[in-house]
């Protein structure tokens, strides 16, 4: 054990990938529910890991309004957009953990600072908005000098999935069921914004390394809650909170729940009942070199969305197109977004 990382399970797994292929394909799974009067819900489902079920169920009460956490203090109930930004800090420092300690290095203590700008076209919206600029800045405590420090966080762009899935295309699907029917594919395209961003917002925050796979995710100068994040037991956690992969699928179910609510109210004039399951697959071979030639971030994410059926199917089909094509998250994973990961300081314990 070194930084309270299994080495030897880390090692035992790429055994087994070499071994059987099928152990190197991980499948994680969230839903999220949106109703009027009730608020916005996200969870996590079971993860495949390999072949082996991970019962994972982690719930998160989301901020509905998708409004700027800055201009209003509310329950401290992070947007969506808190949980996609958790995914994308907590990602790269998990790697650059497991890269140390593959390399030997005894970390005091490692943070990551995460700066996001987001560009928005409708006053204190940010569900809506673009991400134009992701910066991470990661800052470790070792006794290892500057320069080995400095060559793992070199490294972690390359092989973060999170990281990678915001810097690559990835394919992101939709459907649209009414009960026990037929599922409906929904095709979306990427909306160019009509008119000039009206203001831009930073949005900060801190994640900061515990012990082994553990994090914490908070906001940098806003009110919010403490996010926890970790692995499943089958990946040396504990399970005190979803992974970063599962956060960015909450985050993404919680924000096609509440955009397609909104719109079939604009629509309609009113909002029924939206529930949402997103899932995602991972194949470890990319992240951890046993094959160059396979992916590293994660693979074709489908949204499966449960309509209403309290008005016409062609209309709920169309608020879902609309939830896609405005939803600030859709374009961050499915579209190429410059991210930059950088070293921030090193220095000696």
Known sequence: MRNSFNISG??????????DPGEARFAYAAGARHAPGRGLRTWTGPALIGRVKSARRFTVEVDDDG????????????????LALTAVGSCPLYTTIAGGTARDISFDGVELALSATVATRAEGSLATGRVTGLTCEIAATSASG????REVVEQVGRHSPVHRTLTDATEVRFFGQAGSGAAHAVAWQRREPDEEPISEHVLRRRVAWLSGT???SEAIGEV??????DQPKQLAGVDWGPNPQEYLLMALAADIARLAGLNQERRTGRSGLWAVNCRAGLDIRGLMNIDPDVAVGLESVTCSVVLPQDGSLAGELGDVRAAAEESCL??????????RIRFAQGTGA
Request: no cysteine; glycine share 6%.
């Open 10 to 19: 880390s090692s035992e797994l790429v055994h087994e990938v070499l071994e």
């Open 67 to 82: 409004t700027d956490a800055r201009l209003k203090d509310a329950l401290g109930e992070p947007g969506s957009l808190a």
């Open 146 to 149: 500057p320069a080995t420090l």
């Open 214 to 216: 553990q994090f914490t």
């Open 224 to 229: 919010g809650a403490v996010l926890r994040v």
């Open 330 to 339: 859709v374009d961050l994973i499915a579209f190429p977004h410059p991210a």
